[in-house]
């Protein structure tokens, strides 16, 4: 028997039922595959009509898997490559002449041919440098609404940490966070600005989080599923 689906939107979806549930839920996979999770008895109508109100959220995370479906290999800094910043991707030229060894234009990365050699270390210092102006406005923006401010914040290179935060009340970002489309970037600067006031993951810990992020959970899952192909720029090769 072939499993039962929905097609709505151009979208396929594998429908599960079950008797012992009682909630519908959809998903989407680590390949993109969707599956609609209902109880036994739910109407086809009923089905297609609670999937049509979540067609949003399901192109939303379809979208992000695209962006994010690059493999985890070091890149080779050639013409037409694709970096991301802030969750857009921009494609990387290679230029004879410039100043700087690496330069952004609001639309493409260039690199000076020359120094593709050392270009793993010139996209990180970029990131850096970009980075905390940038990281530092989105804290003053998010602190209020979290409660609590750091003295000090950095971005430097965490090895598989996004973000952390210490006692003496610094926080520090990773600057392959920088990538990340900034709904993540947000949720990783609010998780530690909640750490300033909560150093465990407490339930008053979480309602801080919530406070400032109401769909935290989401973008906390979000962010487990990517980890691995986002974290890429300038690693070791080997
Ligand atoms: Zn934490």
């Known amino acids: 028997m072939s499993p039962e689906t929905l097609t709505l939107d151009e979208l396929v979806f594998e429908v599960r039922r079950s008797d012992r549930r009682r909630t519908l839920e959809v998903s989407v996979g680590r390949q993109g595959e969707l599956r609609v999770y209902a109880p036994a008895l739910t109407g ?3 089905l297609a009509a609670w999937v049509g109100r979540k067609l949003l959220w399901v192109h939303q995370k379809l979208a992000l898997k695209q962006d994010m479906a690059t493999p985890a ?3 080779d800094f ?4 694709v970096f991301s910043y802030l969750g857009r991707s921009y494609r ?3 230029v004879d002449r410039q100043r ?3 330069d952004f234009d609001g639309d493409s990365f260039l690199l000076r041919r020359e120094a593709r050699e050392r270009a793993a270390q010139h ?5 850096r440098r970009h980075g905390l102006p940038w990281v530092r406005d989105r804290i ?5 609404r979290v409660g609590a401010s750091p003295r000090e914040v950095v971005v430097r290179d965490l090895g598989y940490r996004w973000g952390s935060c210490s006692r003496s009340g610094r926080i520090a970002i990773h600057w392959k966070t920088l990538q990340l489309p900034v709904r993540l970037i947000d949720y990783v600067i609010v998780h530690e600005l909640a750490h300033l006031a909560e150093a465990r993951h407490s339930g008053e810990f979480w309602a801080r989080v919530e ?3 109401p769909d935290w959970a989401e973008r906390r899952e979000e962010l487990a599923g990517i980890a691995g192909s986002y974290l890429r720029v300038g690693e070791p090769r080997g």
């Open 44 to 46: 086809t109508d009923e």
């Open 73 to 75: 290999m070091p890149p």
């Open 78 to 81: 050639a013409t037409g490559e």
């Open 92 to 94: 990387l030229k290679l």
């Open 100 to 102: 700087r060894a690496l």
């Open 123 to 127: 996209f990180r210092a970029w990131y």
């Open 140 to 144: 003053e923006l998010l602190a209020p």
């Open 211 to 213: 406070r400032a992020l």
